[in-house]
Nanobody
């Protein structure tokens, strides 16, 4: 069974940084791309960033462009989300997802358990 395991969340002050990781148990069988989503209390889950396994093509939500960077370690089937200049509005549970990236990112129904990111003002 495919598993996505996130780590790296925590509590940080505004302006600080965090790095999230997502380890995929079966990269070659699940997807051509990986994405990060987040869900704040009382809000719908929203797209944050995505990256293709093969070429490392990336796409970002406008709200995180210039502050977040998605990357991957192909050999270790791991995707990272480097989050800099964090704002209180970045507070959410962050989820890793397997999917495909064309003009937009399409998520498959493979999700990690989520990791909490809390940014204090």
């Amino acid at each position: 069974q495919v598993q996505l395991v996130e780590s790296g969340g925590g509590l940080v002050q505004a302006g600080g940084s965090l790095r999230l990781s997502c380890a995929a148990s079966e990269r070659t069988f699940i997807s051509a791309a990986m994405g990060w989503f987040r869900q704040a209390p009382g809000k719908e889950r929203e797209f944050v960033a995505a990256i293709t396994w093969s070429r490392g093509n990336t796409v970002y939500a406008d709200s995180v462009k210039g502050r977040f960077t998605i990357s991957r370690d192909y050999a270790k089937s791991t995707v990272f989300l480097q989050m800099n200049s964090l704002k209180p509005e970045d507070t959410a549970v962050y989820y890793c997802n397997a999917g495909t990236l064309g003009d937009t990112y399409y998520p498959y129904d493979y999700w990690g358990q989520g990791t909490q990111v809390t940014v204090s003002s």
